[in-house]
Each structure stands twice: as structure tokens, then as C-alpha cells.
């Protein structure tokens, strides 16, 4: 049973930061394809960020040079360092993990973290 929990969002101004952290069970991050995702009302999920098993990052244009992307091995985590926030950020954040398995492509989802940047 796989389980992705993200934790970290809150409310923050424009221009701040925040750092999202996704904890992993069931399922080995540095061995999967991990991503953040984001919906904000009245849109469709869209692609962050994502890191794959051998370390390659990467991002949605409209994020590039401000959000940074990373794993931890030991703890098993996805992270998302959002930095130069901006209104248009605020959306409900998901990590997502893809691995293969038996030749089978598999996708788990968490439940979404909420991010609003607002003054």
C-alpha cells in the first residue's frame, strides 16, 4: 500500500517562501519517478516540478529559477523549496510518485497540501 503525505503549506506573502515535504511508505523515492502538481480553483492539475531515480530535475516554466526540487534518501521524502511566491502559486499542491513495477507503470497520488499566497 503506497502512501504519499505532504505537509508544509499554509498562507504566505507574496514574495515569501514556504518548503512542501512529501513522506513516502510504500514506496522507494530514489527508485521512482517522484513530481509535485498543482490545482488551483477552477483549473486543471498541472506539472510542477519532478525528479527522477537517477537525480534529473525538471520544472513548469513558470516556476523555473524559483522553486527547487529534492529527495532524501535516508527519510524517504520529496521536497519543494518554493521561493519569490506570487499569488498565481496559490493552488492545492499534490506529490505524485510513478515506478515501475513488473513492467507495469504505477501512479500514487497524496492528498494535496494547500498553498495561498496572498497579502
Known amino acids: 500500500q503506497v502512501q504519499l503525505v505532504e505537509s508544509g503549506g499554509g498562507l504566505v506573502q507574496p514574495g515569501g517562501s514556504l518548503r512542501l515535504s512529501c513522506a513516502a511508505s510504500?514506496?522507494?523515492?530514489?527508485?521512482?519517478?517522484m513530481g509535485w502538481y498543482r490545482q488551483a480553483p477552477g483549473k486543471q492539475r498541472e506539472l510542477v516540478a519532478t525528479i527522477t531515480s537517477g537525480g534529473t530535475a525538471s520544472y513548469a516554466d513558470s516556476v523555473k529559477g524559483r522553486f527547487t526540487i529534492s529527495r532524501d534518501n535516508a527519510k524517504n521524502t520529496v521536497n519543494l523549496q518554493m521561493n519569490s511566491l506570487k499569488p498565481e502559486d496559490t493552488a492545492v499542491y499534490y506529490c505524485n510518485g510513478r515506478r515501475i513495477v513488473s513492467g507495469v507503470q504505477l501512479e500514487s497520488w497524496g492528498q494535496g497540501t494547500q498553498v495561498t499566497v496572498s497579502s
Open positions: 510504500g514506496i522507494i523515492v530514489r527508485f521512482s519517478t
